[in-house]
């Protein structure tokens, strides 16, 4: 599995990178430690999941944290990740 991850400012993208994961995890257990790994390279807190992400998840295998999805400020507009191979 390849999970490409964007930050995004005024509709640029800042900066990117993609998270490979091919071991026999389960498919949930690969995103959320991608996100993690993600977030320690980003230097970000990990955002909280609300039911739309969940939805949007489901439905496009992509989905967008926005300032309201983290804890602490963040200097973005969005992270966005997308599953770019399963």
């Not at 900066?15 to 690969?30: A, F, L, Q, S």
């Not at 967008?64 to 602490?72: A, Q």
């Amino acid at each position: 599995m390849r999970i490409w991850f964007k930050k995004w400012k005024d509709n640029h993208m800042i900066r990117d990178m993609v998270v490979c994961n091919d071991g026999e995890d389960t498919r949930t257990h690969k995103i959320f430690d991608a996100l993690e790994q993600a977030c320690y390279e980003f230097d970000l807190s990990r955002p909280v999941w609300l039911d739309a992400n969940i939805a949007e998840f489901k439905k496009h295998a992509r989905t967008r944290f926005s300032s309201d999805h983290f804890v602490d400020d963040i200097d973005f507009d969005y992270l966005e990740m997308h599953v770019i191979e399963e």
